[in-house]
């Protein structure tokens, strides 16, 4: 917005500051905001092609890269671990919310309360990434020894087999559990950040 506005409206120390410049604003009402000054709408767009690329890759790739990789080794799981990381990331750091609910706020990428927290979300996704594994090749490897019930999809075959989707609901809780936990570090740097 800054960048439309006639130079007689620009603030005074707006000329002063190069991009990624953080600084504390303290507005009218005594209230203090931290910004910082990035390159001058270039960044909307980037994240708007990236988040759009996660969604459309997870939504639109997943099912494909199932069929591809399903007939190799731990296909399954190689190709599980795909599109849960490409959630786990858009669901990390997008605008999520719902009707009447609470609208959880996006994180950009660039943020300096958000940068020094890669590394420990990495781990963390490293150690979620270890158990998606385990659990879905533990269950793939009781499959068999499970009741016939657990493996039949009725006469219906559009839906998946009652196993099929306890796993479902197994790798989405996981997932949830994840995005839960990796925003919740997020929120605390932004309030320690801010003063």
Same mark, same amino acid.
């Given at each position: 917005?800054?960048?439309?506005?006639?130079?007689?409206?620009?603030?005074?120390?707006?000329?002063?500051?190069?991009?990624?410049?953080?600084?504390?604003?303290?507005?009218?009402?005594?209230?203090?905001?931290?910004?910082?000054?990035?390159?001058?709408?270039?960044?909307?767009?980037?994240?708007?092609?990236?988040?759009?690329?996660?969604?459309?890759g997870g939504i639109i790739g997943s099912l494909p890269l199932f069929f591809l990789?399903?007939?190799?080794?731990?296909? @399954?799981?190689?190709?599980?671990?795909?599109?849960?990381?490409?959630?786990?990331?858009?669901?990390?750091?997008?605008?999520?919310?719902?009707?009447?609910?609470?609208?959880?706020?996006?994180?950009?990428?660039?943020?300096?309360?958000?940068?020094?927290?890669?590394?420990?979300?990495?781990?963390?996704?490293?150690?979620?990434?270890?158990?998606?594994?385990?659990?879905?090749?533990?269950?793939?490897?009781?499959?068999?020894?499970?009741?016939?019930?657990?493996?039949?999809?009725?006469?219906?075959?559009?839906?998946?087999?009652?196993?099929?989707?306890?796993?479902? @609901?197994?790798?989405?809780?996981?997932?949830?559990?994840?995005? @839960?936990?990796?925003?919740?570090?997020?929120?605390?740097?932004?309030?320690?950040?801010?003063?």
């Open positions: 917005m800054l960048a439309k506005m006639p130079d007689a409206e620009l603030p005074q120390w707006l000329d002063k500051v190069d991009p990624h410049t953080v600084a504390v604003l303290r507005l009218d009402d005594g209230e203090c905001l931290t910004a910082e000054i990035l390159d001058f709408n270039d960044e909307p767009l980037a994240r708007f092609v990236l988040m759009a690329t996660l969604f459309l990789l399903m007939k190799r080794p731990y296909g @399954f799981q190689t190709a599980s671990a795909i599109v849960y990381t490409i959630f786990a990331v858009f669901f990390t750091f997008a605008r999520t919310g719902s009707r009447g609910g609470k609208d959880l706020p996006p994180y950009m990428f660039t943020c300096p309360a958000v940068r020094p927290q890669f590394s420990r979300l990495l781990w963390r996704h490293l150690g979620f990434l270890v158990a998606l594994f385990t659990l879905q090749t533990l269950a793939l490897a009781i499959r068999p020894k499970l009741p016939d019930w657990w493996n039949d999809s009725g006469h219906d075959r559009r839906g998946g087999t009652p196993f099929d989707v306890a796993l479902l @609901f197994l790798c989405l809780g996981l997932g949830y559990a994840q995005v @839960f936990t990796n925003r919740s570090p997020l929120d605390r740097a932004h309030r320690e950040f801010s003063p």
